[in-house]
Structures are given as C-alpha cells and as structure tokens.
C-alpha cells in the first residue's frame, strides 16, 4: 500500500511540474505578443512625431520600392537592401525593446510598408504600416543557449508573436 501511495506521489509531482511548464509556456507566447504590440506602436508613434515632409519623404521612398523597409535579424533573401532611415529604424528600435523587455526579448524583424488603404494609382506618399516580429525565450530547461530564430521558424525554445500598427 505504501509503494502504490509513493508513486501516486510522484505521478502528481510529475504531472504538477508538467502543467508549470505548459502554464509558463503559455504565458511566454502571450507576453511576446505584448512585445510585438509595444514594438510596433512605439514605430508608429516615431513615424507620427516625424515632420510632415519627412514622413512623405520615407512614406514616397517606400511605395516607390515595395519591401525596401524589411530588415530582418537573419535570413532577409528576397527583399531589397533597406536604406539608412530603415536600418536606423531597425537598431533604435531593438535598442529600445531590450532595454524595455531587459533582455528578455529580441526583435526578428520589422516591416515598415505601404497602408494598403492607399495602394491606388495615382496617390503620393500615404499613411505607413509597421509590422513587428519579436521572439521571447521560453523558461524551459536547455533552451539557455539556443539562438533567435528566423521569422516564422518553429522553435520550442522561443515564443514568436507579430503585431502590426498603422501610422497616419
């Protein structure tokens, strides 16, 4: 009788440590998406602080080349090389997110792009949407070491979340 309660025991130990895992996992992927928000509003609000003639200049630059402001952490084959005001974007903006998440948090990328509300022939620079990818390393044994992945890989080790924000 003592052995049965004895693995009883441990069968609860086992299944108690395994539903702190899945709850710290959840709650990984919702904090990520949290990021992902922040991120994205806060590019939003620096390209609404932006003078006017400013943000039509980057908001023309864009449409004329689509995907020129996609800069990625890893593996961007396929998009143009983003210029300076993109890169800068990029770097103040991951800055920004460790510092708020303390370290906790990495952008894989962001996407500053045309409104699609705008695309019509014959329209000067428009409003500019800004798409975030941030990824939140999981609190799972072994995962201390494994690198960021790239947008949109499946990695158990990091919770991945992208949110998107629209500027005027």
Known sequence: MAMIVMLASVLVAIL???GALAFAIGAE???AQNDADAVAHDVEAWLLEL??????????????RP????????????????????RGLFAATER???????GEAVLLGLVVSGDARD????RGPGRLEVVAFVALRRPIPGCGSA????????????????AAAHAA
């Open 16 to 18: 108690g440590m395994i």
């Open 51 to 64: 003078p006017p003639w400013t943000r039509d200049d980057l908001s023309g630059r864009i449409q004329g």
């Open 29 to 31: 992927a919702a904090r």
């Open 96 to 102: 920004r997110l460790a510092i708020d998440s303390r």
């Open 119 to 122: 695309a019509r022939n014959g």
């Open 147 to 162: 690198p960021p992945p790239e947008v949109g890989a499946r990695d158990g080790c990091w919770a991945q979340a992208q």
């Open 67 to 86: 995907g020129s402001c996609s800069v990625f952490a890893r593996s961007s084959a396929g998009f143009p090389t983003p210029d300076d005001d993109c």
